[in-house]
C-alpha cells in the first residue's frame, strides 16, 4: 500500500456500527472494571494512560521528561524536571487522573464521526511515543503488548472487529476513568496516604486535596455522561 493509499485508509469514515455491538462493547467494558480479580490485570492500561498523561502534560508544558515507569502493582511513576512550582508543574500534576477520561471523550468524538481505523492508529501513535520514555522492563512489556494488540487488529482484524475493539476501549477509559478516583480518596483516607496526585496539587496550589479529588471526580462523571451519549447516539 503507497502513502496516498494509506492515508485514505485512516481517513475514511466506517459504516456505524449495529447498537448492539455498542452495548455488548459497554458490557465487556464493565466485565474489565467492576470484578476485582480482573480489574488487577485491566487496570495497567489505565496506568498506561494515566502515566501517559503526566508525560504528554510535561512535554507540552516544556519541562524536560526523565522517563517513565510503570510497575506490575499497577502503580507508576513519571519523572519530569523544571520549575518547581507554577503553571507547567501543576499541569503535569493533575494530568494522571484526567488523562483516561479524556481520552475516552476523544475517543468517542472520533466514533462518534465513525473514524474507527483513525481511532485505532492515532492510539498506536500515543503508545509508540510513551514507549520511548519507559525505564523498566514491565512497562516496556505492557506497552508493547497493549500497541501490539491495536495494530493486529487494525491490520488483520474485520471492520466489525475493529469497531467491536474501538468500542470496548473508549468505553473502558471511559468507566474506568470513575473507579481510580475512589481508590484515590479510599487510599487516602484508610491508609493515610499523603503523597498522591491530590495531596501533590494541594501542595503546589495551597488547595485541599479533596478539592483535586472532586475535580478528578467531576472530570470522569461528565467525560462519562458526553463520551457515553456521543457513542450511543
Known amino acids: 500500500m503507497d502513502f496516498a493509499g494509506l ?8 459504516p456505524a456500527p449495529p447498537h448492539w455491538l455498542v452495548l455488548g462493547s459497554a458490557a465487556v467494558a464493565l466485565l474489565a472494571i467492576l470484578p476485582h480479580p480482573v480489574w488487577r490485570l485491566s487496570r495497567n492500561v489505565v496506568t498506561i494512560a494515566h502515566e501517559g498523561g503526566h508525560g504528554l502534560a510535561a512535554l507540552l508544558t516544556r ?71 519507559v525505564r523498566n522492563a514491565f512497562g516496556l512489556f505492557s506497552v508493547v503488548i497493549t500497541g501490539a494488540a491495536f495494530f493486529l487488529i487494525s491490520w488483520y482484524g474485520s471492520s466489525q472487529l475493529q469497531a467491536a475493539f474501538a468500542y470496548a476501549g473508549v468505553w473502558f477509559l471511559l468507566l474506568a476513568g470513575v473507579r481510580p478516583v475512589f481508590e484515590l480518596q479510599g487510599k487516602r483516607r484508610h ?43
Open 7 to 14: 492515508w485514505e485508509t485512516l481517513t475514511a469514515t466506517q
Open 63 to 133: 519541562r524536560k521528561l526523565g522517563g517513565i515507569r510503570l510497575h506490575s502493582d499497577t502503580s507508576g511513576l513519571t519523572i519530569s524536571s523544571g520549575a518547581p512550582t507554577g503553571p507547567g508543574v501543576i499541569l503535569t500534576a493533575a494530568a494522571g487522573y484526567t488523562a483516561p477520561p479524556l481520552l475516552g471523550l476523544g475517543g468517542a468524538a472520533l466514533l462518534a464521526g465513525q473514524h474507527v481505523t483513525q481511532l485505532l492508529w492515532i492510539a498506536i501513535v500515543l503508545l509508540a511515543g510513551l514507549l520511548v520514555m
Open 191 to 233: 491508609e493515610g496516604a499523603r503523597g498522591t496526585d491530590a495531596d501533590q496539587l494541594a501542595h503546589l496550589t495551597h488547595i485541599g486535596p479533596l478539592f483535586w479529588v472532586t475535580l478528578f471526580l467531576l472530570v470522569a462523571l461528565a467525560s462519562l455522561a458526553v463520551g457515553g451519549t456521543w457513542l450511543l447516539a
